[in-house]
């Protein structure tokens, strides 16, 4: 899935880190 938006890919990362 390819996201336009940077802001979404950057909250993606963020969530990533929370899970980890």
């Known amino acids: ?3 336009p938006h940077q ?3 950057m ?3 963020l ?3 929370s899970e980890n």
Request: proline share 0%.
């Open 7 to 9: 802001r979404l890919k």
């Open 15 to 17: 969530v990533t880190f």
């Open 1 to 3: 899935m390819i996201i």
């Open 11 to 13: 909250q993606v990362v």
